[in-house]
Each structure stands twice: as structure tokens, then as C-alpha cells.
């Protein structure tokens, strides 16, 4: 049999964004502008000019001339910036979106895990949505069946598995959907960023199973932000940069060719424009300046701005913080709290914002900017202009490992000082003993 | 049989516009999806109700009573007939309600599993197919009331009662079609919410439910019999009560006719638009 699982070739994907037909996709707007259409290229037929695509669609290429080939068993790891289009790859080849040009083939049966809890449903037991979740998944009945107790151990909630998953906790939700998931076996496994929500202890122990997975010869592709798991999980790397292939190789070489890359983040954005104020860029950057998708928590949360402005008084730069489940949980304005309005010479200005250091939770975040003016219009929307990720979170000494997932909020709050406990009245209080003696 | 034991045929081409050539096997394949999918339905389906799958019953049942009373005994329409009225009423609405429950159901479902469409490969067909299996349930529970009638009554079943599944299936197919056309279309067009209820409370009336399709005038026939459920409808009528209520066969096989082609419609439409429901939807 041959030995390449997947080839590649030329693998281009478009989308087309920004317009209001393809979102809403509503019937009148689409007869009009096929009737404006027509019209446009019966005058360009007359006028014996070739017709092009009408200009208010604009086109945007996730995914530029692909080409890469897999061999079985060959264990790969995709990682790039956000909107680098490693989603879009992995949303091909496990056959949810079709390319728009070239073509992959793949030798066997392909398995994708791109989310955790794919198809639970809120008002049925554990019990239930493993089973729901593992046909969704592409299990058999038979296969749950006989791994089904090993799932339920492996998460830990067996003595809720009755229970409908609406009155579980956040965390045991993402453990019990991360123990099917754990249990998905596959020729070829395509697994996106899930890793991420779970917590350290129960990431090493999905490393492991997938690791052992690999081990038995079966092919592997693995999109993180978690450098120990890609190193961990992973011997080959491709980077992607913009919708292209930058780097094929080692993943050693090919994480430090994705951290070097960095430093030419954000430069273009398609983020629109706003009235007077618009943002141009965003990025995090670490204690040295330097660009980063990764926060330490307790550090300054420094966040480099580029914004242009038409020298509009009284702008404002809002910087919103969002958890893993877009939950605001912080709100920052230069004008508001910082007394510091965009500048009122027109042109283009670089600004770092630090922010206090801020005790995240392990898990993921999303920063949303905007630029207001000081009726607090919303005057450029940045949603979700800077994702990054907390690896681990330790806000004491003793490891208490704080994650997004357990249910807390994202936020580990500190005592401001050493918290003393004294001493109101003793155990021997006659109530208490009262009720002892009752009891 | 696990995932890995699963018939090895699996080279695969991913190309724009390439047609799926294992896709009905693939439909095969992923039965148990179907399934599982559909018992989530049903199981989900009346939680937190009182009644519970009462419902099923309860909604045909009083139908059928306002039906009997406006029809049968104050516009007085005429059946040529010795069957209680309320028979016929019923035996036009158990089929026009698979019918209408089908298109209104598996016509909202790919929008409504749009989580799973953008995270899991599979068939797309499965999803309103899946409706199907749930209406079919609901079905079952309703045919209850015809069963009740016929005793009350004291109609006594004919041989052609046999073919009724016949029927159902039919019912089923004509329904199926234009079900998954809407399916696929309002992923896009989500208009397509609007205009169905809009047919379904049309078709109710233009429907011989609430009357015999006889009260149609001769010549009107055969053209009245372009809405595929007046010869579906009539089919159950014979079933239930026999000869008193005979099929008109040239509308009957047109009905067929414009059955098979909404159906050859909708599985060509939904295959056609199915490979971008993940970026439209």
C-alpha cells in the first residue's frame, strides 16, 4: 500500500467576506444585485469589455498553493497566528469545506476533533451525550460500548453520569467531553486546538493518550499554542503565515521559525475603517518588547497598539478583555481611566498599553479594541483584534493550578496582605454543645 | 466493528465541485449517526412537558373534531358517502400532518445542527433524514385516533387497510422532497423560514384534508392533482374505507409524477449547495 496518507496540491481556499449577501444571505439582496449584474454585463458585452467580478465582494484567500505531503504514521504538527488558515486546512481535510482550488488526497479514514463536546445536548445525562457525542464523533455503537466504562473513569464524573450535563459544572462538562474525545482512534486524527481549555494534569494525560494512539502507526495532525504539547506530541512541523506554507521540517526548527515570524505579526489586518479613529494593528508583547501569544500571569499585560486618527479631539482607546467564553472581564479606556485621548494631530501612532499585572486563569483570552469618541460612541470595532493563551496559572505558593475551566472566572484574586484569622468565641459555645447533645 | 475495522475503500479526493462517488455509501455507513441523532430528537423532544408525547395525539385529535364540526355539520360538504364524516376528516389528517411536519421540521434542521455541520464530516442528508424518523414517532402515536374512530364508529376495515403503509411511505417521499430542497436553500436564503409555514397553512386548505377530493368539479381534477398530496390523500381515504372512496388513478399517478420529481430536486439541490453549508451557515 502506498505510504503517503495525504497529498496536497495547490490547496487554495477563498471566502468572501464583508458582504451583507453572503452573511444574511437574504433573497431580495441577492435578486437585485443579480439583476444589477446582468445588467452590468450586458453594457460590457456591448461595450466589448471582458466582465469581471462585480468589485463589492471582497475576496479573502485563508489558504494559498498548499503543498505537502504525509507520510502514514507521521506524526505533524500545524501551527501559525490566528487566521493563519491552519483551521481552514484542518476544516478540509476533514472534508467539512471543500477547497476552492488544487486538491488533497488522502489514503484512509480521516477522524476530526476540532471541539470538545461536539453535539452535546444540554438536557441529556452524561450517560447519553457519551454515547450522542461518540457516533458524532465517528464511533460505533459497538466500539462506545466497550470503552464506554473506560470513558467514564477517564473523566471522572462517574457519579454524575446520570445527570443531565445542564446542571454540571463548566468543568466537569469539558472533562467528560474531553474523555470521549480522548477515546476517538482513527488511521488519520486531525485534532485542532482542544487542548488548551483542559487543565495541565488532564492535558499530559490526553498527550498520553494521543501519544500512544500515534505510537500504534497512526497519523497525526495536531494544531496548538501549547509549545510542550506540539514538542511533546509532534516530530514534524508546517507553519503557516497568512494562508502559505512557510515551514516544513522539524518541529523544533519550525517553532522557532513560528517565533521569529512573530515579530512580523499584525501588520496587515483587514480590520475596516473607522470614522475618525481607526486601529491598525494590535499585538502582545512580552517582558522584552517582543511580540508573543503567550501571557504570564502576574506579569503586565503590555499590548501594542497602532491606530490612526484624524486628530479628532476627545478619541478614546478601549481595550476589552474577554475569557474563553467571550465573557467580558475587564474594560480599559485611555480617555476614561487613563486621562490620555488619542492625539489631535492627525496621523498614525504606536502606543504600548500596560496594563497592572493581572492573575489570569490557564486558558485562552480574546482583546477587543475599540476607539470611542467621548460620548462614548463606538466609532472602529475590533473584535477579538488579540488572542493569546495562559499556559498555567500558580497564584500561591502551594501549585494550585488555576484554569479557566473550573468554574472560578478567569481571574485568581490576591489578598493584599497576609490573611489572619482571629478568634471570636471558642467551639465551646452552649448553642453548639446544645445541638451536640441533641444530634 | 470499530472505527478502524470500517471498510478500507477509503481513498478520497477532495476537489471544488468534485461529486462525492461514495456518498450513498457513505449514507450507509453513518446509519448508526442517523440513528442516534434521531433518538436524541425524540428523547429531547418533550422534556419538560407535561403531557409528554400526549401531544402527538392531542393536536390531530381536536383538529379532527373542528374539521368534522365546520366541514360536516355546518358547511355540510357533500362525501357521496355512508362513512362518518369525522372518518374522513381523520383520513386526510394523519397524512397531511406527516406531510406538514416533515417539511416544517426537516426543512429548519440543517440550520438548527449548525454547530455540528461546522465541526463533524458527515453525510449532510442525515440531519433531515434524522427529522423524518422523529415525525414517523409522532406518527405512530396519532394513527391511535384513527384506530379509536373506526371502533367508535364500527367501520369495519377492508382488505385495502393492508396497504396503508404503502401509503405512509408515499407520504413520506412526497414530503421528503421539497423538505430537503428547503433544507439546503434556506442555509442560505434563511427567507425560506417564512415562506414555509406561509405554504404549510396554504396547503391545509388547498388539501382535500378538511373534504373529499370528489368535491373538486370533474374537469378540475386532474390539474388539482398536481399538489402530490391529493392523490397521497385520497390513497389513505381508499385504505381506510374502501371502495366507498376510490382513488381518481390518472391524478393519482400524476401526484406520483410530481412526487419523484421534487424528490430528484431536493437530493440534487441539497447535494449540490451541502459541500458549503460549513461556510454559509
Given amino acids: 500500500m502506498n505510504d503517503t496518507v495525504i497529498r496536497a496540491e495547490g490547496l487554495a481556499k477563498r471566502f468572501i467576506i464583508g458582504h451583507k449577501v453572503e452573511r444574511d444571505g437574504l433573497l431580495r439582496e441577492a435578486m437585485t444585485r443579480g439583476a444589477r449584474a446582468l445588467v452590468r454585463r450586458g453594457v460590457d458585452f456591448f461595450k466589448g469589455r471582458v466582465s469581471n467580478t462585480p468589485g463589492e465582494v471582497e475576496e479573502f484567500w485563508a489558504l494559498r498553493d498548499l503543498n505537502f505531503e504525509i507520510k502514514r504514521g507521521e506524526l505533524v504538527s500545524i501551527i501559525g497566528h490566528n487566521g493563519a488558515g491552519k483551521s481552514t486546512l484542518l476544516k478540509i481535510l476533514s472534508r467539512i469545506t471543500e477547497p476552492t482550488r488544487g486538491r488533497v488526497e488522502i489514503n484512509g479514514r480521516v477522524n476530526s476533533l476540532l471541539e470538545v463536546g461536539t453535539g452535546f445536548h444540554p438536557e441529556l445525562s452524561g450517560r447519553e451525550n457519551i454515547f450522542l457525542n461518540g457516533a458524532i464523533l465517528g464511533m460505533s455503537r459497538i466500539e462506545m460500548r466497550r470503552r464506554f466504562d473506560e470513558i467514564v473513569e477517564f473523566s471522572g464524573v462517574s457519579k454524575f453520569i446520570d445527570t443531565p450535563v445542564k446542571r454540571y459544572s463548566v468543568g466537569m462538562y469539558v472533562r467528560l467531553a474531553f474523555a470521549v474525545a480522548a477515546h476517538l482512534e482513527a488511521e488519520i486524527l486531525v485534532v485542532d486546538e482542544v487542548l488548551s481549555v483542559g487543565d495541565a494534569e488532564f492535558q499530559a494525560r490526553c498527550i498520553n493518550r494521543m501519544s500512544e494512539v500515534a505510537g500504534s502507526g497512526r497519523t497525526v495532525l495536531f494544531v496548538s499554542h501549547n509549545f510542550a504539547a506540539v514538542t511533546a506530541l509532534t516530530r514534524r512541523s508546517l507553519v503557516l503565515e497568512g494562508g502559505k506554507l512557510t515551514f516544513d521540517g522539524p518541529v523544533e526548527a519550525g517553532l522557532a521559525h513560528y517565533t521569529a515570524s512573530l515579530g512580523k505579526l499584525g501588520k496587515v489586518r483587514h480590520w475596516g475603517r473607522g470614522r475618525e479613529a481607526t486601529l491598525i494593528s494590535a499585538q502582545l508583547l512580552d517582558a522584552d518588547g517582543r511580540p508573543t501569544e503567550q501571557f504570564v500571569p502576574g506579569m503586565p499585560l503590555r499590548l501594542e497598539v497602532e491606530v490612526e486618527t484624524t486628530g479628532m479631539p476627545g478619541m478614546s482607546l478601549v481595550v476589552i478583555l474577554r475569557d474563553q467564553h467571550n465573557v467580558p472581564v475587564g474594560y480599559f479606556s485611555s480617555a476614561a481611566f487613563g486621562n490620555v485621548p488619542l492625539p489631535t494631530k492627525a496621523g498614525r501612532y504606536r502606543c504600548v498599553v500596560s496594563l497592572d499585572a493581572l492573575f489570569l486563569a490557564a486558558g485562552s483570552y480574546n482583546i477587543d479594541l475599540r476607539t470611542t469618541s467621548t460620548t462614548i460612541v463606538v466609532d472602529h470595532r475590533v473584535d477579538g483584534a488579540v488572542q493569546f493563551f495562559v499556559n498555567a496559572c500558580n497564584p500561591g505558593e502551594l501549585g494550585f493550578d488555576f484554569r479557566q475551566d473550573l468554574g472560578f472566572g478567569p481571574l485568581a484574586l490576591r489578598s493584599s496582605g497576609p490573611l489572619q484569622f482571629e478568634l471570636v468565641s471558642s467551639a465551646e459555645l452552649p448553642g453548639l454543645q446544645s445541638d451536640a447533645r441533641l444530634g | ?281
Avoid at chain 2, 355546518?74 to 394523519?94: D, E, F, M, R
Avoid at chain 2, 390539474?223 to 382513488?247: A, H, K, Q, T
Fill in chain 2, 1 to 281: 466493528m470499530t472505527s478502524l475495522d470500517r471498510p478500507v475503500s477509503t481513498h478520497l479526493v477532495l476537489e471544488a465541485g468534485r461529486a462525492d462517488r461514495q456518498y450513498w455509501q457513505d449514507l450507509w455507513r453513518y446509519r448508526e449517526l442517523l440513528l442516534i441523532l434521531a433518538w436524541r430528537d425524540v428523547s429531547v423532544r418533550y422534556k419538560q412537558t407535561a403531557v409528554g408525547i400526549a401531544w402527538a395525539f392531542i393536536r390531530p385529535f381536536l383538529t379532527t373534531v373542528v374539521f368534522t364540526v365546520v366541514f360536516g355539520h355546518i358547511a355540510k360538504v357533500q362525501t357521496n358517502t355512508s362513512v362518518p364524516y369525522a372518518i374522513v376528516v381523520i383520513g386526510g389528517l394523519l397524512p397531511w400532518t406527516l406531510f406538514s411536519s416533515v417539511l416544517g421540521e426537516a426543512s429548519a434542521s440543517v440550520v438548527a445542527n449548525a454547530n455540528l455541520i461546522s465541526k463533524v464530516y458527515f453525510p449532510r442528508l442525515i440531519v433531515p433524514l434524522a427529522t423524518v424518523l422523529v415525525v414517523v414517532i409522532d406518527f405512530a402515536v396519532s394513527l391511535s385516533i384513527l384506530a379509536g374512530l373506526m371502533i367508535w364508529y364500527g367501520v369495519v376495515p377492508h382488505w385495502q387497510i393492508l396497504l396503508l403503509p404503502l401509503f405512509v411511505l408515499l407520504a413520506l417521499l412526497a414530503s421528503l422532497g421539497p423538505a430537503i430542497w428547503a433544507a439546503a436553500v434556506v442555509v442560505k436564503y434563511r427567507d425560506f423560514r417564512f415562506v414555509i409555514p406561509f405554504v404549510l397553512q396554504f396547503g391545509l386548505y388547498v388539501s382535500p384534508v378538511g373534504f373529499p377530493s370528489s368535491v373538486v368539479p370533474e374537469q378540475w381534477r386532474l390539474l388539482y392533482n398536481l399538489n402530490p398530496m391529493v392523490g397521497i390523500i385520497d390513497g389513505f381515504r381508499w385504505c381506510i374505507v374502501g371502495g366507498e372512496s376510490p382513488i381518481y388513478l390518472p391524478g393519482f399517478i400524476l401526484s406520483l409524477a410530481v412526487t419523484a420529481f421534487f424528490l430528484w430536486l431536493g437530493v440534487r439541490t441539497f447535494r449540490r449547495i451541502e459541500r458549503g453549508f460549513a461556510d454559509m451557515i
